[in-house]
């Protein structure tokens, strides 16, 4: 059984076995949660996921997939970097979307994580709807069979918050 539980605050802050980082496919740095890590926990993060552009993943990572690092200075073991789609109203990405947290905790139960943080992916510059993307993230979660005994999403601020906690009910 995995516990869901909801805090609002910075990811980067957080003790956890995993922290879910919501990256970009170049796994190169970039802004919002993604600055934030690489800022926080240090140059080893980035060091790795330049290891792996260099070996399996020259082309980058592919939307939807998901791939661990050390997590550098971070109070973590491990930082899965995964890569959300961008919102579209033209088209439904949201089996996308859904593979980012599937596939992260698939990760999270290769390394043997059993407290994984996760953000809103895709809820930021990439521009999901907050409460499409709470819904998704909640739903997928609880529909995954996973060894992780706790999932906490860190929301960063209230809104987030509340469209997680109006999901979670
Ligand atoms: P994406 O490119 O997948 O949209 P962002 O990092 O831009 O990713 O945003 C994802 C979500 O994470 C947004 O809801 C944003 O407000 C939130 N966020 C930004 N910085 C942090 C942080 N340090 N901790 C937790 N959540 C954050």
């Given at each position: 059984m995995t516990t869901i539980t909801l805090v609002r605050g910075d990811i980067t802050r957080q003790t956890a076995d995993a922290i879910v980082n919501a990256a970009n496919s170049s796994l190169l740095g970039g802004g919002g949660v993604d600055g934030a890590i690489h800022?926080?926990?240090g140059?080893?993060?980035?060091?790795?996921?330049?290891k792996l552009r260099a070996s399996h993943y020259g082309k980058g990572l592919p939307t939807g997939q998901a791939v661990a690092t050390t997590a550098g200075d971070l109070d973590a073991r491990w930082v899965i970097h995964?890569?959300?789609?961008v919102w579209s109203?033209?088209?439904?990405?949201?089996?996308l979307l859904a593979s980012c947290y599937r596939e992260s905790l698939r990760v999270a139960e290769e390394v043997?994580?059993?407290t994984v943080a996760f953000p809103a992916v895709s809820t930021g510059v990439y521009g999901w709807?907050?409460?499409?993307?709470?819904r998704?993230?909640?739903?997928?979660?609880?529909?995954?069979?996973t060894t992780v005994e706790e999932v906490r999403f860190v929301l960063f601020d209230e809104r987030a918050y509340e469209a997680f906690d109006s999901v979670i009910r």
């Open positions: 800022r926080r926990g140059p080893a993060i980035l060091e790795d996921c330049r995964t890569v959300g789609p109203a033209a088209e439904d990405r949201s089996g043997g994580a059993r709807p907050m409460d499409d993307g709470a998704i993230a909640v739903e997928t979660v609880r529909a995954t069979d």
